[in-house]
Each structure stands twice: as C-alpha cells, then as structure tokens.
C-alpha cells in the first residue's frame, strides 16, 4: 500500500491560514488522497479529497503537486473548533483487494491558539 | 438521520469473556466497517462488509468475528476478551465502498482487565 508521510505536529493562530503537508511519494495512478480529521474524542470526519486537480469545498480546500508526490490541506481561516488530528490517506479506487479501505497513518496533531 | 450509532460508549470486560460491540446505521448504506485505535495512533481495520451477507477481514482480524444479517446492523463480537483488545472501536459505513466520504461512529471505549 501506499504510504503517507505528514509531519506529528503543526500550530496555528485562531483566523490565521493552516497549511497541512502530506507526502506520498509512491503514490500510483489509481490512487485518491483524502483527508480525515479526528476531534477529541470523536470519530473520524471527511474532510476532502482529490485525484490530480486542486479541490475546494466548504471546509477546507486541497492542493495537489503536478507529480502528485504531495498534497497540501489548507484550511482558510483556522479556528479553535479545528483543533483536531488530520490524517492523509490514499485509497485505491480501481477496485481491487484493497477498494474503500482507509488505511490511517498518525495524523499530524493541529493546535490553534487563541 | 441518526447517523452511526454506536453502543456501549464504555465496557470493562475481564479477559475471557465475550461481548458483542453493536453499531447501526440508518443512511441504507451498503459498505460498513470496523476498526480499533489504540492510544496515539492510527485506526486500523477490523473487519468489513460491502452488503448483508457479506463480510470480509481487514488488517487486524484476530479474536473478533463479524456477521451482517441487514444493512441497517454490524455488530462486532469479541470471542474471548485478551488485554491487547484494549482500545477504542468506531464503526463506519458509506453507501459503497468507493464513495467519498466515510461516516464514522463516536466510538465505544473498550478495557480489558
């Protein structure tokens, strides 16, 4: 499987932009990057996910490299209810063995400061 | 929608015991699955299933065992309750495998004394 490499810790400013990295180096053709984020003491939440082309939705938006190597979660203006674990995740969605699952790495841990 | 729902919130169980974690879901979703995060990491996947009637394992099988007799339920049983299943479970469904978006549970807090 393809794996996600992000870093374990990030901190931001409340209103401030926060800009996520996630690496994927092998990263293959069939494979999504999707972005879940965790709050405490809750279950994972979609947050957004792309292919090749960047992504907005209303929650956060989503850069992806030219060769795909790296993505990049930006959310606009952080708040303190974002505060959160974010986990990076490629799902193969060619539809073989490995299809729908979410494999979670650690996440990088978002601190936003009042 | 209720969503995922999930029960029990909390269980202490003795090693060696037995005990089913229940979870639902009233959104007619097709894909349901499990999995367990022990402290300061990732989930990891249990087990799934892409419709009533079929199941299948994900990364972390051992010692649990899953049906899905209807869509709506994915009950989670623990055959023999080892202190290593210690952990917090969450249940998640999507209308298929390959749908966007996942939608987790809050998750049941399991401890294994």
């Known amino acids: 499987d393809a794996k996600t490499t992000q870093p374990n810790s990030m901190e931001s400013n409340e209103e401030e932009p926060v800009h996520l990295p996630c690496n994927h180096s092998?990263?293959?053709?069939?494979?999504?990057i999707h972005w879940y984020r965790q709050l405490p003491s809750q279950g994972p939440e979609y947050v957004i996910h792309?292919?090749?082309s960047n992504v907005n939705n209303r929650m956060a938006s989503l850069a992806i490299a030219e060769d795909r190597k790296s993505s990049t979660l930006i959310l606009h203006r952080a708040t303190l209810r974002d505060a959160a674990v974010y986990y990076c995740?490629?799902?193969?969605?060619?539809?073989?063995?490995?299809?729908?699952?979410?494999?979670f790495g650690q996440g990088t841990i978002l601190t936003v400061h009042p | 929608n209720a969503g995922v729902t999930q029960t029990p919130k909390f269980q202490v169980l003795k090693t060696g015991q037995s005990m089913t974690l229940q979870c639902a879901q009233d959104?007619?979703?097709?894909?349901m699955s499990w999995y367990r995060q022990d402290p300061g990491m990732g989930l990891r996947l249990i087990h799934y299933?892409?419709?009533?009637?079929?199941?299948d394992q994900g990364e972390v099988p051992n010692g649990y065992n899953v049906s899905r007799s209807t869509t709506e339920d994915f009950p989670l049983r623990l055959l023999s309750a080892a202190p290593s299943q210690t952990s917090v479970y969450f249940c998640?469904?999507?209308?298929?495998?390959?749908?966007?978006?996942?939608?987790f549970g809050p998750g049941t807090r399991l401890t294994v004394t």
């Open positions: 998640a469904s999507s209308y298929s495998p390959g749908s966007n978006e996942q939608y």
């Open positions: 092998t990263i293959s053709g069939t494979d999504y």
């Open positions: 792309g292919l090749t």
């Open positions: 995740i490629l799902r193969d969605d060619a539809g073989g063995t490995s299809y729908g699952k979410l494999t």
């Open positions: 959104m007619n979703h097709e894909y």
């Open positions: 299933s892409v419709g009533a009637g079929i199941t």
